[in-house]
C-alpha cells in the first residue's frame, strides 16, 4: 500500500499525470520551458514597455513586473501598486503576451486578479497562510516561490493549502535558499527542482537573478535549470541595470537577454524530455 | 560623526535611552524581565482559563494564547479566531492579567486591537510588509518575532516599519534560526539579544519554547536567557501538553511552569542590571 | 590597477589561462568533461575489479576508490588501508585507468603517492593544514573537495596553501553544503562551480553522489553540472549498491552508470564550449 | 529497555555519574566552573608571560595559548610551533597553573605531550579522525571543539572515537556554529550545552570568544554559558588586542578580562547547581 504524503494534493502518488498550468495561452509543465521575463520592479511606462517589447522579441512567453514590491528596509522603493498593474495591462495590449505579478496582501488579491493572468507568492510570504488561503480561491494561476528557508516539505505544504482551497493551478518557484555562503544572494538549490519532479505533479520553474545576485551568473545558472529538468525560467531584465530602482547587479539588459534567448536553444528540447525518461527507467530499475 | 543605520529609529544612536514598552499595566524593558505564559493554541475555555489561573498564581506578567494559528500544514488546527480573542478577553477579566496573541492579516487587525493589550507578529511574518504597515498605525503594542531566517539588521529593519509608520511600542522577541542542527527545533540566538542590547534601544524579549521545541530544555534556555540581559519571557504552557493541539512537546505542565519561575528567583535582578553596567563599562574603555 | 585577491595563486587575475591538470594521461580542465567512477569503499578486489571493469566500458576515464574512510562513527566499517590502495593498483593494471583516493593523514602521503596518480581531500578534511602542506610537497595531483561548511573564499584559500606550497595540479570538488535542508544529503551549490570558474584558473568537477544522497537524484544532477560548465563528474558505482558497506543509498549499480554515461552523451560537448564564450562575451559588455 | 545511541560511550545511558577530567590539579566538570585563559597565538615570551600572570591574577584556573595556528589563509601567521610549546611551559613554571593548547597533526602529538597538560582539538579539525585515534592513546585528557558544522550526535561521535580508543579524558567545548547569520563570527549554540548535559556524562566548556567575534559581546555570552550550566569558559585575553597578529577583535584585554572574572563570581555557584537540580526535577516529572 503506497503511504500518502501530508501534502496529498500536491504529490504525484495519488495524481500520476503531470499538470499543465495554463497561464493565458502560455502552457506551464509541458515539453518547453517557460520563460518570464521583465524588470524587478515597475517604475514608469517607458521602462516596463522597452522592456515588454524587448523581452517578446527575444523569445520571451510571459511578461514579469513587481507593482507591489515586498522591500527589506521601508526607505526603499515599495513599488507603485496599482498603476502598476495598469503599466503591466498595457504591456500586454501591446505585447500580446501573458502578465505575472506579486501580490502581498489579501486585500489585494481582487485587484490583482482583475489585471493579471498570474499572481505570484514572494518568497518571504510563502508562509503566509492568509495570503494563500485567499489565493486558493482565486480564478487565475498562482507562482509559489520557495521560501529562503524552507525545506522542500514546507514548501509542497503551502502549496497544498492552495489546492486544498480549490486553486489547481500552482506553478512552484526555486529562487535560492539562505545558507552560509555569501558569494552569491542566494544558494540555487537545483537539486530540488529534481527532487520536486519525483515527489509532485506540479510544475515548477527557476529564478536565476534572485538566486545569484550576479548578472554574470544568470546565464550559466539558467542552462543548468533547463538541464535539470525546469519547466521555465524567471529572469529579471532591465533597459539599464544600473539605473534600476531594484536588483539591478542581477539584471540583464536588454541585449544580454537576447543572448542567453539563443544560448538556450528551447526550440530544440528533446533531449531533456529524454533524459527525464532516462531517469525514471533507472529509478524503475532500482 | 556618528553614521546614522540603516535602521534609523531602531538605532540607539539617535535616540540613547532605552524604550519602556506598557502592555496594559505592565512594563516591558525595566530592571524586571516580563513573563508571558499561555498555551501555544487557545483550544476552549477550560483550557484557557485554567492555565491562565495558574499561569498568574505562579507569577506570570502577561497572558498569551493562540487564536489565529499559522500551521504548517492546512489539514493542522487552525485556531479558533475571533472566538480566541474572547476566550483570552475572559482570562483578562479573571485574572488582571494583559493578553497577547498573533495576528496574521491585516484585515484581522481591527478585530485583534479591539480585544488584545499587545499584537504578536509571528516568526513567518517578519518581512510580511503589509501586515507591518497595518500594525504600524495600531494603537497597541506589538511584539514582533525574529524570522527563522533573519539577519539581525533585516530584523531591526522590520521594526524600523513599525517605527517609522508610528507605532513606537515594539517588543523584540528571538525565537530561535533555523540552521543545519536538528536536534532542537532551532538553534536559539542568544547572543544576537546581547547584539540588539548593543545596537538597539527596544526591549527584547526570549522564547524558549520554540526555539528548543523540548520542554526539558525551556528551563535551562530561560535562565541563560536572563542572564545575557533579556527583558523577558514567553513561554507556552498547558493544562496537559501531551493532549494540546499544537506544540506540546514543548509545552510545560503548570507544575513545571511554577518550578521554573522560581528558580527563576525573578526578584533579586540586581547582578543582571549591574552586570549590564559591567558590559557598558568594559565597552566604554575599549 | 588590478586588486589582488587574497588567494593569489589561485586567483585568474594572476594567470589567465586555464589550469590543465594530467592525471596519468588524462587532461582535467580541458573541453571534455572528465569522469571518474568507482566504489564509496574499495571492499574486496572482486568488487573493485568488476567495478572497475564496467565503468571503464561505459567511458570512465579515471577509477576511483576510498582506502582509508573518514568516517563519521569509530564503529562504522574504516577502509582496508594500504591494501585498498594495493588493489586500486590492479584495477589500474587490469584497465589502464589512473587511479584516484582519498587520504586523510600527512603520514599515509608517502605511500599513496607511491600507488596512486591523484590523491584526494575530503570534505572533513579541507582545512586540515598539516595535510595540505605535505600534499603541496607531493608529485601527484590533488583532487581538494569543498568543505560541508566551507565559503568559496576559504575553499580557494585551501587550494591556495597547495600552490604556494608548489603543487600545482589542484583540481576542485563541489559535492555539496550543509544547509537546513536535510531533503538530499546535502544541497549540492552548482553556481558555485560557475562563480570558481570566474575566479580561478582552477579545473572544477562535482560529485553528484554525495551531494544528493540519493541515487535517483544523480542523473539529473550530472546533467546540470555539465550544463555549468564542470570539468567533470565522480561519481559512485557499486556492483550491488544495497549490500555496501558505505553510501549504498546513493551508488549507482552498473547498469545505471552505463545509462548515465548514454545520456550524458559527452563526446558532443561543443555547446557547452560555445556557451561558456556566450557568458564571457556577455560578463565583457557589463 | 533502554536503546543505546551510537555514541555508546559517551552517553549517560550507560555511564550515570558525570565524567571529571583531572587538568594538572584542576578539575573540570565539577560543581566549579574553570576559566581557561590567555592569547589566541604565543607571539613572544613577554606576551605570553605577561598574560599568563594576569589572568592567574585574575582568577583563571589555566592558561591557553596557540603554538601550531590553523590559519584559513596560508599568508596569515602560522604559529610558533615547538617554540611556543616552550614558553607554554614556562608560563606553568612561573604561574604553577596548567597549560592547554591545540594540536593539529598526529606528528606533533608526541611533542604536544610531553609538553601540555591538555591537548586541543581544533573545530576544523573536530572530523580529522587520524588525528583522534592518535590522541585516543595519548595520555593526557583532550578539549574537544565542536565542528563549525558539527550537529551534536556527529560531535558525541568524534568524542567516541577518543573513548573507544582508550583515553577518557575528554573536555566538550561549544564555540558557535555557522549560520547564514553574519553579525557575529558565528552563532553560539548554548542550548546545545543544555542538550549535551542531557545526553552525555562528559564535561563541557564554552568559547565565548571564537563564539561571537567581538569583544563587547564576551562578557554576556560568559554569563549565559554559565548560567545555562558549563562547567567553563575558555577565553581569548591578550595585553594589546589591538597589535595582536590573531584574533584580536575578540580578545579581552587584562582589565577586562579581571572585569569579567569578577562580574562571574564563581565562588558562588550554588544557583547554578540547583538549577540543574531543578531541571532533573523536572524532567523526571515529564
Redesign the interface.
Known amino acids: 500500500m503506497t503511504e500518502i504524503p501530508?501534502?496529498a494534493l500536491a504529490s504525484n502518488k495519488l495524481k500520476s499525470e503531470r499538470t499543465i498550468v495554463n497561464v493565458g495561452d502560455v502552457q506551464i509543465g509541458g515539453d518547453k520551458p517557460v520563460i518570464i521575463a521583465g524588470p524587478c520592479s515597475i517604475e514608469n511606462r517607458n521602462q516596463l514597455l522597452t522592456t515588454a517589447r524587448a523581452v517578446k522579441v527575444a523569445g520571451a512567453d510571459i511578461i514579469r513586473g513587481g507593482a507591489y514590491k515586498?522591500?527589506?528596509?521601508?526607505?526603499d522603493f515599495q513599488g507603485l501598486g496599482v498603476e502598476g498593474l495598469r503599466l503591466l495591462s498595457d504591456a500586454r495590449a501591446e505585447t500580446g503576451l501573458p502578465i505575472v505579478s506579486e501580490v502581498?496582501?489579501?486585500?489585494?488579491v481582487d485587484t490583482a486578479e482583475a489585471h493579471l493572468d498570474m499572481l505570484q507568492v514572494g518568497a518571504?510570504?510563502m508562509?503566509?497562510?492568509?495570503?494563500l488561503k485567499r489565493l486558493a480561491e482565486c480564478s487565475k494561476p498562482v507562482l509559489l516561490k520557495r521560501?529562503?528557508?524552507a525545506?522542500?516539505?514546507?514548501w509542497l505544504?503551502a502549496a497544498?493549502?492552495l489546492l486544498?482551497?480549490g486553486n489547481e493551478s500552482v506553478v512552484l518557484c526555486e529562487r535560492g535558499?539562505?545558507?552560509?555562503?555569501?558569494?552569491?544572494r542566494n544558494?540555487?538549490?537545483?537539486?530540488?527542482v529534481?527532487?520536486v519532479l519525483?515527489l509532485s505533479h506540479l510544475p515548477i520553474i527557476v529564478d536565476p537573478s534572485h538566486?545569484?545576485g550576479?548578472?554574470?551568473?544568470v546565464?550559466?545558472?539558467s542552462?543548468?535549470?533547463?538541464?535539470?529538468?525546469s519547466h521555465g525560467l524567471i529572469i529579471e531584465v532591465h533597459p539599464h541595470p544600473e539605473q534600476a530602482l531594484s536588483d539591478g547587479p542581477q539584471s540583464?539588459?536588454l541585449?544580454?537577454f537576447s543572448?542567453?534567448m539563443?544560448?538556450l536553444?528551447l526550440r530544440n528540447m528533446s533531449?531533456v524530455t529524454?533524459?527525464v525518461n532516462?531517469?525514471h527507467?533507472?529509478?524503475s530499475?532500482?
Do not use: C, W
Open positions: 501530508t501534502f515586498p522591500r527589506t528596509s521601508p526607505y502581498m496582501d489579501a486585500r489585494d518571504r510570504n508562509q503566509n497562510f492568509s495570503l521560501g529562503p528557508s525545506t522542500i516539505k514546507e505544504l497544498e493549502y486544498v482551497g535558499i539562505r545558507t552560509f555562503e555569501t558569494e552569491m544558494t540555487l538549490d537545483l537539486v530540488a529534481a527532487r519525483e538566486a545569484t550576479r548578472r554574470s551568473l546565464p550559466s545558472a542552462r543548468a535549470a533547463i538541464a535539470i529538468g540583464l539588459n541585449r544580454e543572448s542567453l539563443e544560448s536553444n533531449h529524454s533524459s532516462d531517469r527507467e533507472i529509478l530499475t532500482v
